[in-house]
């Protein structure tokens, strides 16, 4: 595909979202409040990972969003994503929300924002825009900070997006094992409903099938309070139908920790057919 048309597409799909977004990223700006105002800065280059190298010597990275993964259908997928985030941040003035302080490699975590003409900013961060685009997978542990990246992911997921048209990221079954086990290692979201609940001294565990092939998911019991809090306690959830998000790994079976009441969606169903229909988390 021609590069300028590329990037015009990407633009146009960046501005028709920040216009019907604009009270669902407001709304969820205002529960993930930054250290201070935000501070002007340029690019200087943006990495494969999507770590933005500014020019007053900060690493800039988004907590929100998952690095770009290749694929079989797009093995430049984490060039390609860089390339499109460079081309909306480069010879722009930007405005960069610190949301803590550096992590262990150096990188502060952040929303940014590119000013406008009249200095006000856009209304949505850069890593919404990515994941309205289809672009990049939210986290699994963004917190308030995510809502409105989930939110946009959400809606590219729906629209078949980019990496949404991608078998590699489909929302994989949770009652096909073998499929899981091909993604371990990997975040992946697993739909499914929780059969059982199974408890163990350190953990809880919310079982999808039966038989010691079968994927479960695991909550450490030092961190069911957060799920308790959030609504999801282990009774609250059996027999859901949920979404996870995590990554997968095989011991020996597929399992999926849950770290953060934030990796679940409760989805509903409609009564007269069953399929899936309005989604919460």
């Given at each position: 595909m021609n590069r300028s048309f590329q990037v015009f597409r990407f633009f146009a799909r960046a501005f028709f979202v920040a216009c019907v977004g604009f009270a669902v990223a407001g709304a969820a700006f205002a529960q993930c409040?930054?250290?201070?105002?935000?501070?002007?800065?340029?690019?200087?280059?943006?990495?494969?990972?999507l770590d933005i190298a500014l020019d007053d010597g900060r690493v800039?990275?988004?907590p929100t969003l998952e690095p770009p993964r290749a694929s079989v259908a797009a093995p430049n997928r984490p060039a390609e994503v860089a390339g499109e985030l460079n081309s909306l941040l480069?010879?722009?003035?930007?405005?960069?929300?610190?949301?803590?302080?550096?992590?262990?490699?150096?990188?502060?975590?952040?929303?940014?924002?590119?000013?406008?003409?009249?200095?006000?900013?856009?209304?949505?961060s850069a890593d919404v825009t990515l994941a309205s685009a289809g672009l990049a997978l939210a986290s699994r542990d963004g917190g308030a900070c995510g809502v409105a990246v989930r939110a946009?992911?959400?809606?590219?997921?729906l629209e078949n997006l980019g990496i949404w048209a991608d078998p590699a990221f489909a929302v994989l079954p949770a009652d096909r094992p073998g499929q899981l086990a091909e993604r371990a290692g990997t975040l992946a979201l697993v739909e499914g409903q929780i059969r059982s609940i199974g408890r163990t001294a350190p953990r809880i565990y919310l079982n999808f099938g039966a038989g010691r092939g079968a994927f479960s998911a695991t909550i450490a019991r030092r961190n069911i309070p957060f799920f308790e809090?959030?609504?999801?306690?282990?009774?609250?959830?059996t027999h859901k139908l949920v979404r996870l998000r995590g990554i997968v790994e095989m011991t020996p079976a597929p399992q999926l920790e849950l770290?953060?009441?934030?990796?679940?969606?409760?989805?509903?169903?409609?009564?007269?057919?069953?399929?899936?229909?309005?989604?919460?988390?």
């Open positions: 409040p930054g250290l201070g105002a935000p501070r002007p800065a340029r690019l200087v280059k943006v990495s494969d990972r800039a990275a988004f480069a010879d722009r003035d930007l405005r960069v929300e610190s949301l803590g302080p550096p992590d262990r490699w150096g990188r502060t975590p952040v929303r940014l924002f590119v000013a406008g003409n009249e200095g006000g900013i856009a209304d949505e946009a992911e959400r809606q590219a997921r809090k959030a609504g999801f306690s282990a009774e609250a959830l770290f953060h009441p934030d990796q679940i969606e409760i989805i509903e169903l409609r009564p007269s057919t069953g399929e899936a229909a309005a989604e919460r988390n």
